[in-house]
C-alpha cells in the first residue's frame, strides 16, 4: 500500500532529507570520530552511541527517500462546506455525550495525541466528504463500530506546523 502524502509533505521530506545528509551526518561521523579517539572500542560507550546515532541517521534518510519514492501525491483542496484534508472538524459523540476537535491530515502529519487524524484512519476515512449535521457510522473493525455528528468544519491553511511523524 502507498502512502498518500501533499506536495508540501513531499518538500518537507526533502528538507529534512538535505538537512540530514549535510548537518546531521557530519555532526555525526565527527562524534564517532572524536569518541573512537578515546582507545579501546569494545569498552567505550560514546563510541556505540556514536555509531547508534548515526546509523538513526542514516535509517531515517533512508525511510524518508523511499515514502517519497512510493508515495501517491494527492491534492490537497476540498469542496468548502465538506470536510477535507487539513481541515479542524468539531465532531460529537451521540453515545459519550462527548465533543472532539481533530484535524484531518495526512498519514506522515498524524499523531492522535496532538489531534491530528490521519485520512486513511477509521475516523479520518469515514468524515471526508461529509458536511456540517452529517451522522456517520465509524467503523472501527469488523464487529466494532460506532456514531459521530459533525458539529463544525474549519477550513485551514497548512502552515507547515504539522511535523513529520518520526519513526
Do not use: C, W
Not at 546531521?24 to 563510541?47: P, T
Not at 525511510?63 to 479542524?88: C, F, H, Q, W
Not at 451522522?135 to 455528528?149: L, P
Amino acid at each position: 500500500m502507498y502512502d498518500r502524502i501533499t506536495q508540501k509533505d513531499v518538500k518537507r521530506m526533502e528538507e529534512e532529507i538535505e538537512y540530514r545528509k549535510l548537518v546531521v551526518r557530519k555532526e555525526a561521523l565527527e562524534d564517532v570520530k572524536e569518541a573512537r579517539a578515546h582507545g579501546d572500542l569494545s569498552e567505550n560507550f560514546e563510541y556505540k552511541a556514536a555509531k547508534q546515532f548515526k546509523n538513526q541517521n542514516e535509517s531515517r534518510i533512508r525511510y524518508l527517500e523511499r515514502m517519497i519514492k512510493t508515495a501517491r501525491i494527492i491534492p490537497e483542496d476540498s469542496i468548502s462546506d465538506e470536510v477535507g484534508l487539513n481541515d479542524r472538524v468539531t465532531i460529537y459523540y451521540p453515545a459519550d455525550e462527548e465533543e472532539e476537535t481533530v484535524k484531518i491530515v495526512t498519514t506522515v502529519r498524524s499523531n492522535s495525541l496532538k489531534g491530528r487524524i490521519s485520512i486513511d484512519s477509521p475516523l479520518g476515512k469515514a468524515l471526508l466528504r461529509h458536511k456540517v449535521s452529517d451522522q456517520i457510522t465509524v467503523k472501527a473493525n469488523d464487529t466494532s463500530f460506532y456514531e459521530v455528528v459533525i458539529r463544525k468544519i474549519e477550513k485551514l491553511e497548512d502552515n507547515g506546523e504539522d511535523e513529520l511523524r518520526k519513526y
